[in-house]
């Protein structure tokens, strides 16, 4: 069964960028699609990326899109979420997730894990 933990947020100043990574064990990550995630209190858990397994497509939630850039690196079994012009609506616990449908939607994923703070403020 693949499990994934999550790493590399932190507090950055609106503008800044932080890179959140994703590291796979237990099966390769080719097997599945992967998504981002990220929910802020008082707020519903929202999709921000998607990875298809079917092709290798990634689609971006409106919020993230021209700002985000979600990428798989399969040697290292890990995939990632590069965040750059960060604003305080960005602010988050941030998850990353899979599903082993293979053109998934976002309520197809369904599997969390602790998440990864990210926190933008000046």
């Known amino acids: 069964q693949l499990q994934l933990k999550e790493s590399g947020g932190g507090l950055v100043q609106p503008g800044g960028s932080l890179t959140l990574s994703c590291a796979a064990s237990g099966s390769r990550l080719g097997l599945y699609s992967l998504a981002w995630f990220r929910q802020a209190p008082g707020k519903e858990r929202e999709g921000v990326s998607l990875?298809?397994?079917?092709?290798?497509?990634?689609s971006y939630a409106a919020s993230a899109k021209g700002r985000f850039t979600m990428s798989r690196d399969d040697a290292k079994n890990t995939f990632y979420l590069q965040m750059n012009s960060l604003e305080p609506e960005d602010s988050a616990m941030y998850y990353c997730t899979f599903t082993r449908f293979l053109q998934p939607v976002w309520t197809d994923f369904s599997s969390w894990g602790p998440g990864t703070q990210v926190t933008v403020s000046s």
């Open positions: 990875l298809s397994g079917t092709d290798g497509r990634i």
